[in-house]
Structures are given as structure tokens and as C-alpha cells.
């Protein structure tokens, strides 16, 4: 059986639309994955605000979430969808599926046209071309750029669960600070009255100018820290509402007036490598891109002689001379590029792929050890303020307060017990919060939030 040249043009023709035909836009755009990974991570969904019926909700939410002390679980859902920053990441799904579709889409064919006259003969030519190469090599650059939007989403869920946790510290921060203003002004009103008890001693002849200066220079100074955490709290606020993407009166929001209490115990955690290793999302977004650039490297082996392949028809009408139809392929001739420097190129692309896997490996096993004992410490630490330190504290002041009572000791050495207490509360707050950064750090090292700890006092 005799195939006419037309009817083979035909089939390629229908073969390419078919192909073409196959490569669409899924209907969430990957928007799906990325909120399944940050739900399961962070503790909140994340989603792309693409219409104004999603921007309503987001306003809805917002006005839910901010009518109370935003906890750090509400800072984080909202961060998740009200960072603007994060919103442009989120865009880059759009940008990578694209890519994806167009990578399944047939280059369009070449249409040729020839007139030519002499001699009293018109002669025209037609032809119409595809390139085969990308018809060959269709289904194998279009799994490359599906691997390529398999990466853009666990990038895209990296940064959103990067986000997160950056508003988690932020807001401990934030509360941290508020608490320290709240100490430092209560130091400061008892300055100030120790202060005004100096000046009144002096007056009366019972006290020297002394002891009436050291009471006006811890006075001055309470005030100074006061200035100082003030300034603390209203940037790490700031921070906090650059993470929130808030302004206006959605800014005016309100924090709790401390951190939350300790655990009741610490997380007890196995093998922190193990769980690192599996569960980061830079892990798995590196194992990806290896896998990616393997299949680039197929890619190239199998075009390195032939770049350039195509198959038209022809047709060509010579004024009253019968029609002549046929057709015509052209071939690139590697005689001067045999395609070994592409080749080359894809294999060192590929093994700094492979070596940057190991490497991210090997650096999410030093920091999930690293972290894990850095809480463990933070934890220690904080307890021991809580349970040592500002107890033994307490008893002193106590005792100086019985002592004073029974006109043992002077209210200058009352007063004295009140300053030292300042350092000793100062640095149990300090603890306190490096405990909450240390829990946050732990979390984002071992890829994603772990499960809630049982403690003395909501976390809010």
C-alpha cells in the first residue's frame, strides 16, 4: 500500500495537535500542595489571593483574629496570608506551570511560500514544516518541567513555612519586650518612690547626701531602662507587623502581657538526623533538583548530534504543467559541534546537584543536633530561673522584708534588695523568651511544628 506524501503530512499534522492538545493549567494552579505543606507544617493553610472574594475573607479573618490578644498561632495564619511578600512567592507557581504547559506544546509549524516568473512560465511553491526534534523529544521536556513545578511548589511551601516561623519568633519577641516594658515601668515607680523617701529623709536630717544621690541615680536609670525596653518593644512590634502585612488600624493590635509559662517537660526526641533528614523541605527540594537535572542530562545525550530535525510537505505548481507534490527534511549536520560541550556542561550541572544534595543533607543533620541541644539548654536554663533562682530571690526579699519590719535592717537596705531583684527578673524574662526561640528553632530545623507539649499557662 502506497502512502501519499499528503496523507503522512496529515498524520504528523494530527499527531502534533494532539500532543499540543494535551498540555493544560490545572484548576488551583499548585496552589493545593503548597496549603497541604504549610497546613501540616506551620500549623495554618497558606492561599493565593486571586480574587476580591478572597480578599474579603482574608478581611473577615483579620477581623476575627485581631478582637483578641493575637496569639502565635493567629499571627501565623495571618502572616500565611497577608504577607504581601509571600503572596508574590506564591505567584511564582504561575510562572513555573506556564512553563510546564508551554514545555507540552508543539513549536508552531513553518509555512513557506515561492513565486517566481521567467521566461513566460509561473512557478509557485509551497511548503509547510514541524520541527521533529521537539515532536521527539515532547514527553521528555515535558516530565523535566514537571519536575521543575514539583520543585517551584516545595520551594514555594519552604518560603510559607519560613514565613511562619520567622512570625512565630517575631511574636515572641514582641511579647517578650512588652513584658519587659511592664517590669521596667514597675521598677521605675518604685525607684521613684524610693527616690521621694530619700528626698524626704535628707530633708529631715536622717539620711546623708549620699544615700539621697545613689536613690536619685537608680531612679534615673529605672527611667533609662524604661526608654530602652520601650524602644525594644516598639521594634520588635514593628517586625512583627511587617511579618503581619498590617497597617492602619489593623496595626493597633493587641499582644499578651507575657510569654507563655515553661513545659511542664521537655520534648524527648529520639533521632533528630533521622527526623531532619525526612521531613525538611530543603532536603526534599534538593533530591528533586538531582533527580531533575539527571533527566536534563538524558535530555541532552539524546539531542547531542541531532538539534535540528524537521519534515515538511511541499507543493509546487509550474504554470500548466501538472502539480507536484512531495516533501522535504532538514537535518542539522554536526560537523563542527558534535554536541560535547552541551553534554559535558549537563554532566557538571548535574553532579553540583548531587554534591549539593549531600551537602544540605549533611547540614540538616549538624543543625537539627545543634538546635535539639540548644533547647534542651534554653529549657534547663529557664527552669532553673523559675524554680532557683527567682525563689531563692523571693526569700531574700521576703527576709529583708521581715527584717525591716522588726526594725532589724534600714530602708536603705530595703531599698538596696529591691534594685538587685531588677537583674534577677530581667535575665528570668531573658531565659524565658531564649526558650520559646529555642522551641521555634527546633521546630523549623526538624523541617515543620511538632507536636504541642504540655505546660502550665496556655501557649498562645
Known amino acids: 500500500m502506497n502512502i501519499k506524501p499528503s496523507q503522512r503530512l496529515l498524520g504528523v499534522t494530527g499527531l502534533a495537535l494532539a500532543l499540543a492538545g494535551c498540555a493544560s493549567f490545572s484548576p488551583d494552579g ?20 486571586r480574587s476580591d472574594t478572597d480578599r474579603h475573607a482574608l478581611d473577615e479573618l483579620l477581623k476575627a483574629r485581631l478582637a483578641q490578644p493575637l496569639s502565635a498561632d493567629d499571627a501565623v495564619a495571618i502572616a500565611l496570608l497577608n504577607n504581601r511578600r509571600l503572596q508574590s512567592t506564591y505567584w511564582e507557581l504561575g510562572v513555573a506551570e506556564a512553563d510546564l504547559v508551554q514545555a507540552g506544546r508543539l513549536q508552531n509549524p513553518s509555512f513557506g511560500y515561492k513565486h517566481t516568473r521567467g521566461g513566460g512560465d509561473v512557478s509557485i511553491e509551497r511548503a509547510l514544516t514541524f520541527n521533529l526534534v521537539s515532536l521527539i523529544t515532547a514527553p521528555l521536556a515535558s516530565r523535566i518541567e514537571g519536575r521543575q513545578f514539583e520543585a517551584t511548589k516545595l520551594r514555594v511551601a519552604a518560603e510559607a513555612v519560613q514565613v511562619a516561623a520567622d512570625t512565630r519568633r517575631a511574636w515572641v519577641e514582641a511579647v517578650a519586650a512588652t513584658q519587659g516594658v511592664g517590669y521596667a515601668k514597675q521598677v521605675a515607680l518604685a525607684a521613684d518612690a524610693g527616690a521621694d523617701l530619700a528626698q524626704r529623709m535628707r530633708n529631715a536630717g536622717n539620711w546623708s547626701a549620699y544615700d539621697q544621690a545613689r536613690e536619685q541615680a537608680f531612679y534615673a536609670e529605672a527611667m533609662a531602662d524604661v526608654a530602652r525596653a520601650t524602644k525594644a518593644a516598639t521594634a520588635a512590634r514593628e517586625q512583627l507587623t511587617r511579618m503581619l502585612g498590617l497597617w492602619g488600624e489593623k496595626a493597633q493590635y493587641r499582644l499578651p502581657e507575657r510569654l507563655p509559662d515553661l513545659p511542664a517537660a521537655p520534648r524527648e526526641l529520639a533521632d533528630v538526623e533521622q ?24 535530555l541532552t545525550r539524546a539531542t547531542r548530534f541531532i538539534n535540528v530535525l524537521e519534515l515538511g510537505g511541499t507543493r509546487e505548481s509550474n504554470g500548466d504543467e501538472p502539480k507536484e507534490r512531495g516533501y522535504e527534511v532538514t537535518l542539522e549536520i554536526p560537523l563542527f559541534d558534535w554536541g560535547g560541550a552541551r553534554t559535558a556542561r549537563a554532566e557538571a550541572v548535574y553532579m553540583q546537584a548531587v554534591n549539593q544534595l549531600a551537602a544540605t543533607a549533611t547540614d540538616a543533620r549538624s543543625e537539627a543536633r545543634e538546635s535539639y541541644f540548644a533547647y534542651r539548654t534554653a529549657y534547663d536554663l529557664a527552669k532553673h530561673y523559675r524554680d532557683v533562682v527567682i525563689p531563692l530571690r523571693k526569700k531574700l526579699s521576703d527576709e529583708t522584708l521581715l527584717r525591716y519590719n522588726g526594725m532589724l ?39 515543620g511544628k511538632l507536636p504541642a507539649t504540655q505546660h502550665n499557662g496556655e501557649h498562645q
Open 30 to 49: 499548585g496552589m493545593n500542595a503548597v496549603s497541604d505543606i504549610a497546613r501540616a507544617k506551620a500549623g495554618a493553610p497558606a492561599r493565593m489571593l
Open 275 to 298: 527526623t531532619a533528614v525526612r521531613e525538611r523541605l530543603d532536603v526534599r527540594a534538593a533530591t528533586l533538583a538531582s533527580q531533575q537535572t539527571a533527566a536534563s542530562l538524558g
Open 409 to 447: 535592717v534600714s530602708v536603705f537596705e530595703l531599698l538596696a534588695d529591691a534594685r538587685e531583684q531588677r537583674g534577677t527578673v530581667n535575665a528570668a524574662i531573658e531565659a524565658q523568651k531564649d526558650f520559646w526561640l529555642a522551641d521555634s528553632n527546633l521546630e523549623t530545623a526538624l523541617g
